[in-house]
């Protein structure tokens, strides 16, 4: 692959944002992540937000819970890409892990991101 994978992330209110900042101030700058909000946005709106974003390169697009507006957004617009995968579900664990592995498919940069969200998720008792 000769690009790197771009990355967007597309979450309620302004969580995206602070992802996306929180991302570039652990791991430096780790190249293209788009930060999308649904702020003000109507479903076709966040749709071109989200077309936008992703462009015609093979493409991640994380979204902050499977079942809201914007994952369903995502999927309405994405779903004759299969360059771009879609994982529901973002945290910063599974950010970190792509920013160091944008060289893969997307399929398998998604599933590795996925895998450490999943990881990361601990019920901790004091």
Known sequence: MSE???????????MAAALVEAVESIAGDTGPFIAISNIG???????EDIADAVGEDPAVVFVD?????CLHATLMELKDRPN?????GVNLPMLLEFAF??????????????AAGERAIRAMHT
């Open 41 to 47: 946005a109507t479903r076709e709106s966040l749709c």
């Open 4 to 14: 790197p994978l771009r990355g967007v992330v597309v979450t309620h209110s302004h």
């Open 65 to 69: 819970m499977p079942g809201g507006s």
């Open 101 to 114: 592995h944008r060289d893969l498919p997307a399929s398998e940069a998604a599933e590795r991101a996925a």
């Open 84 to 88: 771009v995968a879609v994982v529901a």
